[in-house]
């Protein structure tokens, strides 16, 4: 299992990144994918999670209306659409799907700042 993602970097406050993950080594279109973010000094915490199919979603509250998580399960990749940005959004945001335990990628980092 690999999950890589990719599409962070420095943004203003008000900008907008869409973050990618790639998946590799399992059945990519049979399992529940989610987005997590770590911010310094802070306990990793889920922002979003996506179904199978992608027919539903879930997001954190804190990005609700802002975030929107999808997902191609041609190219084994989730998304996560970022927009209205600030600076409580810096953080290092990791994918992770269950499969045979939890996996998680290596994370990428988005900074918010002016």
């Known amino acids: 299992v690999q999950l890589v993602e990719s599409g962070g970097g420095l943004v203003q406050p008000g900008g907008s990144l869409r973050l990618s993950c790639a998946a590799s080594g399992f059945t990519f279109s049979s399992y529940f994918m989610s987005w997590y973010r770590q911010a310094p000094g802070k306990e990793r915490e889920l922002v979003a999670s996506?179904?199978?199919?992608?027919?539903?979603?879930k997001y954190a509250d804190s990005v609700k209306g802002r975030f929107t998580i999808s997902r191609d399960n041609a190219k084994n990749t989730v998304y996560l659409q970022m927009n209205s940005l600030n600076a409580e959004d810096t953080a290092v945001y990791y994918c992770?799907?269950?499969?045979?335990?939890?996996?998680w990628g290596q994370g990428t980092q988005v900074t918010v700042a002016s």
């Open positions: 992770t799907t269950f499969v045979d335990g939890r996996r």
């Open positions: 996506i179904t199978s199919t992608g027919d539903t979603t």
